[in-house]
């Protein structure tokens, strides 16, 4: 089945460092890719996303490139800040499981320090 | 913010008891998920709902059923609940699917604790 892996964390960076969270992904067929993040105490919101190879998702100063050729969805951030501190979440959607439901890998907690 | 209120929003429950946990939506939105967070595993769907009284599976839903007998509400029930249940329940909701959509809008979740 489809699946999604992202590297462990937690993270540690200081301020206006440079982020990089890597993001792999398994699926047949030509999946629809995504970054969410999770803030303390909050419910996940949509960061970025991607629906074909080559394609590049960026907001918020976070960019991420689908690239098929090696399956993955590195989410990347050239100066990080304190506020940019969560939980977030590789995720795909249009594999084996078709488009209604949205898989996730198993998160990457970020912490930056001023 | 999309407008979704689960409830209830912490529950502490003891094991062999149902419990319910309510997702109200008033976006009008066609598409209604149940996740739950867990540490090591991300998010893991449970189950979803493509309209009313349509549902499906997700890859956790033993000790789960879901029910959606109106647009704005989508019911989940665990009929006895284990400690295994103990997590984080987020309702998700969704207005269309397909290759170009995908953004799903989150509740803020509901803690429950099964002792």
């Known amino acids: 089945g489809d699946s999604v892996t992202q590297m462990e964390g937690p993270v540690t960076l200081s301020e206006e460092a440079c982020l990089t969270i890597n993001c792999t992904y398994t699926a047949t067929g030509y999946p629809s890719l995504f970054w969410y993040v999770q803030y303390p105490g909050e419910g996940l919101q949509l960061l970025l996303k991607?629906?074909?190879?080559?394609d590049k998702g960026s907001n918020k100063g976070f960019e991420a490139t689908y690239r098929k050729e090696t399956t993955s969805f590195h989410l990347e951030k050239g100066s990080v800040q304190v506020s940019d501190s969560a939980v977030y979440f590789c995720?795909?959607?249009?594999?084996?499981?078709?488009?209604?439901?949205?898989?996730f890998g198993a998160g990457t907690r970020l912490a930056v320090h001023p | 913010d999309a407008g979704i209120t689960q409830s209830p929003r912490h529950k502490v429950t003891e094991t062999g008891t149902p419990v319910t946990l309510r997702c109200h939506q008033t976006?009008?939105?066609?598409?209604m998920y149940w996740y739950r967070q867990d540490p090591g595993h991300g998010l893991r769907l449970i189950h979803y709902?493509?309209?009313?009284?349509?549902?499906d599976k997700g890859e956790v839903s033993d000790g789960y059923s879901v029910s959606r007998s109106k647009t704005e509400d989508f019911l989940l029930t665990l009929e006895s609940a284990t400690s295994s249940q103990t997590s984080v329940y987020f309702c998700a909701i969704s207005a269309t699917s397909g290759v170009n959509t995908g953004e799903l809008f989150f509740g803020e979740g509901s803690r429950l604790t099964v002792l």
């Open positions: 709902s493509y309209g009313v009284k349509d549902t």
């Open positions: 991607a629906t074909k190879a080559d």
């Open positions: 976006e009008n939105h066609r598409y």
């Open positions: 995720a795909l959607k249009g594999g084996s499981g078709g488009y209604n439901k949205l898989i």
